[in-house]
């Protein structure tokens, strides 16, 4: 049997395979039905396209899901974190769901996915990879606040503009209410984001130290997750001592899922010395 992929690839691809192909579905049958629509002209028609995109789509992604969950089992080694992760990024459903019960599979997936399942009374190993350093410091993506300082002057510019040329004196600006005290809040912000030296966070052997904290170690930390917290912001939780800290992850060099697999091989490496020395 393969175990050629990497529980992030297996992530990466399925990913790909099952939201991001689902949502290009939904989407292509919602602009297919406005132009059907437009084309006969009944507008009727055209909103059909919502309806029937939106079943065609889960349809899909039901469908997609068993597949790639019998590919997945079929090519990575440790199942049990790569079930963990594939729930993390719903690409799976739980099991016994009401979601997981409407799966599209046939008779001889799920006889191959119960055979899969056998996998599951193993577990997993962790190899440590020695491609990575003993220390990896993430930094705060260079280009984010030259793109916040670009558009903040946009906006000035426009402010200008309409103090310059407005052809009604006598009205309020808007322009000068509104757009400018933001223009002004984005480059302070860019302006805090040139002033930010140092690394974000930093990944080592010995533990994790994120910004304005100090290193928690290893045999400090029982666990670490990463949380969605509205408004597509991303934050790595460290749990530890009874307690907890966390920093925002958006706009570093390094996405989610390559923070979660740096965390993964420097836990790796402390469990496997720590072993060692018994």
């Known amino acids: 049997m393969n175990t050629t992929y990497t529980v992030a690839q297996a992530i990466k691809k399925g990913r790909l395979l099952i939201p991001f192909t689902s949502l290009a579905i939904w989407l292509t049958s919602i602009f297919a039905g406005i132009f059907i629509g437009a084309a ?13 995109g939106t079943l065609i789509a889960f349809a899909y992604w039901q469908y997609a899901t068993v597949s790639w969950k019998i590919w997945a089992y079929e090519n990575v080694r440790n ?18 769901s009401f979601m997981q019960k409407l799966e599209i599979k046939t008779p001889s997936q ?6 899969l399942e056998r996998k599951f009374q193993q577990p997993d190993v962790f190899h440590v990879d020695l491609s990575v350093r003993d220390k990896t410091e993430i930094y705060k993506a260079k280009a984010t ?3 916040i300082t670009v558009f903040a002057l946009f906006l000035i510019g426009i402010v200008i503009r309409e103090l310059l040329y407005n052809p009604y004196p006598d009205k309020p600006y ?3 209410v509104i757009t400018l005290p933001f223009a002004i809040f984005l480059l302070y912000r860019a ?3 040139f002033r930010t030296k140092g690394p974000h966070i930093i990944l080592s052997n ?22 969605h917290i509205g408004r597509g912001k991303q934050m790595l939780v460290v749990n530890y001592n009874k307690t907890h800290t966390g920093t925002e992850i958006n706009n570093l060099d ?13 836990k790796a490496r402390f469990e496997k010395s720590r072993q060692s020395r018994f």
């Open 110 to 115: 799920k006889e191959r996915l119960k055979q």
């Open 174 to 176: 808007l322009h000068f």
């Open 254 to 266: 390094k996405n989610a899922l390559e923070i979660e697999q740096l965390i993964k091989v420097y």
């Open 206 to 227: 010995e533990g994790i130290t994120l910004r304005d904290t100090a290193l928690i170690a290893w045999q400090q930390i029982t666990s670490t997750q990463i949380k």
């Open 145 to 147: 606040p030259y793109i």
């Open 40 to 52: 006969l002209h009944q507008v009727p028609l055209g909103l059909l396209g919502f309806p029937v």
């Open 79 to 96: 199942i049990h974190e790569l079930k963990s992760d594939a729930l993390k990024y719903h690409l799976i459903w739980a099991d016994s």
């Open 191 to 193: 302006y805090k984001e």
